[in-house]
């Protein structure tokens, strides 16, 4: 009978260990904004912070400020599709001028990565930039691009260069998991 005990206890126990560590080994937490109609996962330890004027949302690490996640929602001109706007590579270069170094910012942003990916029904575009700062720093950006309901979503994940290696993949992880609807 005591034998019985114990092996249920440990299975127990075990079992609670192994959900537990998934959770804090996957280090994200979920936000959903049912208005506008768009999820995703942020890292643990970061905070929503709200700024005037500008993206819809946005997160920053409590410790490190600059590493952050925003999402900024504009008009798509007449209804147009993601693929009618253009290929990945098109709407990337687009972006980087507009979004990530407007002309007279000083910034140079250079896209490395433009990829296609499919999720609930949406076409979504994954975009990778280093983007140069004028005093000299470099900074990592990724982006997921995707229209829904006549709107263009653009989710966001900046980095220093410096901290890249350290988070590249939790930020995959995060800019991956953006959905609309």
Excluded: C
Aim: aromatic letters at 12%; charged letters at 20%.
């Amino acid at each position: 009978m005591w034998k019985r005990i114990v092996l249920i206890l440990l299975l127990v126990f075990s079992f609670s260990l192994n959900n537990s560590s998934v959770a804090a080994a996957a280090g994200l937490k979920s936000f959903v904004d049912t208005t506008d109609g768009y999820q995703f996962l942020y890292p643990n330890g970061w905070v929503q912070v709200k700024v005037a004027n500008g993206p819809d949302v946005v997160f920053h690490d409590f410790i490190e400020f600059t590493e952050n996640v925003s999402v900024v929602i504009s008009p798509v001109p007449q209804g147009k599709t993601l693929v009618q706007l253009g290929t990945p590579t098109e709407v990337g270069y687009k972006l980087g001028k507009v979004a990530l170094a407007p002309q007279g910012s000083g910034r140079e942003a250079e896209l490395v990565n433009a990829q296609k990916r499919e999720g609930n029904g949406k076409i979504y575009y994954l975009l990778e930039y280093v983007v140069k700062l004028p005093n000299n720093q470099e900074r990592h950006n990724l982006a997921s691009v995707a229209t829904s309901r006549g709107k263009l979503f653009t989710f966001n994940a900046s980095i220093p260069e410096r901290r890249w290696p350290k988070v590249k993949q939790i930020m995959e992880e995060s800019v991956s998991s953006f959905f609309v609807y």
